[in-house]
């Protein structure tokens, strides 16, 4: 069973501050993605890697996807009480349905 | 224009009833999930279906089972719901060849 751990658990940093979440696996995927899930509402895609060393950058988050496309990790910069929510990596295999973490609960106090 | 919509939003049941929520997509998407959601936010797929093929996660129990009136709509039904059950349920669609899952906005079961 391919397995998806992230860390931290829980964040929660003031309004300007930068931070990184990260999402690791001992299995390699074929593909990893991200979503935010905000309170009382369905994870909505972010963004989804496919290449080990790739990185993709929407406004002000920065994705990266390991080498060996083990791990992921999420760069916010200069946060905004808009990002708050929770993070959620998932990693895919061909054809194979996707593998959730536990997520990261992010706050981000104005 | 919902893409992925769900009914109920809440259901609040008794232990041992059966319930239904059904699950319909607007995207013209090929494949349908259903997820389960526990408190703790961890995210588990249950079913996967498209009009070809269903696949089930060994470990969901056979008091769940998902029905597809069509190609947009999987509904999934619960008989005998225990207290365990008592979480929130997400439907998802994919578009046949791509990785994007596009969610519902989740019911929220609460079993007593």
């Known amino acids: 069973t391919q397995l998806l751990e992230q860390s931290p658990q829980f964040l929660s940093i003031q309004e300007g501050e930068n931070l990184t979440v990260y999402c690791n696996s001992s299995?390699?995927?074929?593909?990893l993605q991200w979503y935010r899930q905000e309170p009382g509402e369905g994870p909505v895609l972010l963004v989804t890697?496919?290449?080990?060393?790739e990185v993709k950058k929407l406004k002000r988050l920065t994705f990266q996807f390991g080498d060996a496309r083990k791990d992921s990790s999420l760069h916010i910069t200069a946060a905004q009480p808009g990002d708050t929510g929770l993070y959620l990596c998932?990693?895919?295999?061909?054809?194979?349905?996707?593998?959730f973490g536990p997520g990261t609960r992010l706050s981000v106090l104005p | 224009d919902t893409a992925v919509s769900q009914t109920p939003k809440y259901l609040v049941t008794q232990m041992g009833n059966d319930k239904s929520i059904k699950c319909e997509q607007n995207?013209?998407?090929?494949?349908m999930y259903w997820y389960k959601q526990d408190s703790k936010k961890f995210l588990k797929i249950m079913f996967s279906?498209?009009?070809?093929?269903?696949?089930i996660n060994e470990t969901v129990p056979n008091r769940f089972s998902p029905k597809s009136p069509d190609k947009a709509h999987l509904n999934l039904h619960i008989n005998s719901l225990e207290l365990g059950d008592s979480a929130v349920y997400f439907c998802?669609?994919?578009?046949?060849?791509?990785?994007?899952?596009?969610f519902g906005p989740g019911t929220r079961l609460t079993v007593l």
């Open positions: 890697v496919v290449t080990g060393g």
């Open positions: 279906y498209n009009n070809k093929e269903l696949i």
């Open positions: 299995s390699v995927f074929s593909s």
């Open positions: 998802a669609s994919t578009r046949q060849g791509s990785d994007t899952q596009y």
């Open positions: 998932a990693g895919g295999n061909y054809g194979q349905n996707f593998v």
């Open positions: 995207l013209g998407h090929d494949t």
